[in-house]
């Protein structure tokens, strides 16, 4: 069982960052890490992901360029670094873990059926 707590949202005018942490309750080292987000009135989607070694990440294309995952493994913890921040990307952001098994594509990575474990969510909020 994996436990997972978001925390560094926040409120950021536009053009501003935040970097959103999510730590794990136990080692998540074989788990491939991501993030999702949710704004009001629409479906959780895919905003990022990152293998076990950190040797494999995948971002939507909304995101690329200005975003960043990242983990560290001595501390469980994986990192979303938000550049450049636009209203478009208010959302409640979640941190999910998955097993790291299967074909590793964005097809397969960015399916929310896929993570075993969801974090609570943190909300980020960007004004214009």
């Known amino acids: 069982q994996v436990q997972l707590v978001e925390s560094g949202g926040g409120l950021v005018q536009a053009g501003g960052s935040l970097r959103l942490s999510c730590a794990a309750s136990?080692?998540?080292?074989?788990?491939?890490m991501g993030w999702f987000r949710q704004a009001p009135g629409k479906e959780r989607e895919f905003v990022a992901a990152?293998?076990?070694?950190?040797?494999?990440?995948w971002y939507v294309d909304s995101v690329k360029g200005r975003f960043t995952i990242s983990r560290d493994n001595v501390v469980n913890t994986v990192y979303l670094q938000m550049n450049s921040l636009k209203p478009e990307d208010t959302a409640v952001y979640y941190c999910?873990?998955?097993?790291?098994?299967?074909?590793?594509?964005?097809?397969?990575?960015?399916?929310?059926?896929?993570?075993?474990?969801w974090g609570q969510g943190t909300q980020v909020t960007v004004s214009s």
């Open positions: 999910a873990a998955r097993r790291d098994v299967g074909v590793r594509t964005i097809a397969t990575m960015s399916q929310l059926r896929e993570y075993d474990y």
């Open positions: 136990g080692r998540t080292v074989s788990y491939v």
């Open positions: 990152i293998t076990g070694s950190g040797g494999n990440i």
